[in-house]
């Protein structure tokens, strides 16, 4: 027996693993719920049928989406890789870029990636990708989010020099 397996074979699994409940709920309060009946914008249905239009949410996020990508110097999105975690502006850049070639679960996580690392933005994309999916207990979640992103560092005043 190598020490590798000799190390697993002592290992003891949990059976019985207690998971933490989601702090966002998946389910509508049924006191609040709304009479059945067709629900054009249900959690998780995707609403880029033949014939619906676009959610003005989702609107909203490809033309933010457009903008950053648009707007973003060349050599801000080189610096993706760095020695140990992707930079978080370039990883919202890379999921409006993912989002508008219709990778959205791509997206969603390199959005939660930048949100994560302090990026407003990308809380805001958040917030849009969900309430165009319908999901508005998860978007204003996001929408929260974005007053809890730490503001980037002032930069000092450039010094001049008296001569």
Known sequence: MTPLEELLSQVRLVRDRVVPPD?????PDPVSEAPPGPDPAAPGEDLRGA???????????????????????ANTVARFLTDQLP??????????VLQLTDTEDAARFWWQYAAGAGQSAA????????????EEDTARFWHNQMDHTPLPHPRPPPTTANA
């Open 87 to 96: 930079e978080p502006r370039s990883a919202l850049i890379l999921a409006c």
């Open 23 to 27: 702090i966002i709920p998946t389910h």
């Open 123 to 134: 809380a805001y994309c958040l917030h849009l990708h969900h309430l165009a999916r319908g």
């Open 51 to 73: 014939d619906a239009p676009a959610h003005p949410a989702a609107q909203d996020l490809r033309a933010l989406c457009v903008t950053l990508v648009a707007h973003t110097p």
